[in-house]
């Protein structure tokens, strides 16, 4: 089971991106999924979160500007970025919990490989 991120890029401050990650291989059920960021120096930190309800959460920096969606058929998980400020500059790396088989339990140790996202003032 494999999670790729793809959409990261330089962009000015103001501007949009669109962050991708699909989860590829045999799984049986996602569950939760969301999207994370690592600034240089700083901790991981969490940035929106769906479940399998599509009930959402937001970190409040990104509240009003980010959008977290997902399509259940292909097993993808977007985030939509507005209004991007040089402070949303980070890699993001997308997480997903995954049931293997139907007896088995979620697990949400799967992350993507990140995706850089540059903000420039």
């Known amino acids: 089971v494999q999670l790729q991120a793809s959409g990261g890029g330089l962009v000015q401050a103001g501007g949009s991106l669109r962050l991708s990650c699909t989860v590829s291989?045999?799984?049986?059920?996602?569950?939760?999924m969301g999207w994370y960021r690592q600034a240089t120096g700083k901790e991981r930190d969490v940035v929106a979160l769906v479940n399998r309800g599509a009930i959402t959460n937001y970190h409040d920096s990104v509240k009003g500007r980010f959008t977290i969606s997902r399509d259940y058929a292909k097993n993808i998980v977007y985030l939509q970025m507005n209004s991007l400020k040089p402070e949303d500059t980070a890699v993001y790396y997308c997480?997903?919990?995954?049931?293997?088989?139907?007896?088995?339990?979620?697990?949400?140790?799967?992350w993507g490989q990140g995706t850089l996202v540059t903000v420039s003032s």
């Open positions: 291989g045999r799984v049986f059920d996602v569950g939760d």
């Open positions: 997480n997903a919990a995954i049931k293997r088989h139907r007896f088995a339990t979620y697990q949400s140790n799967y």
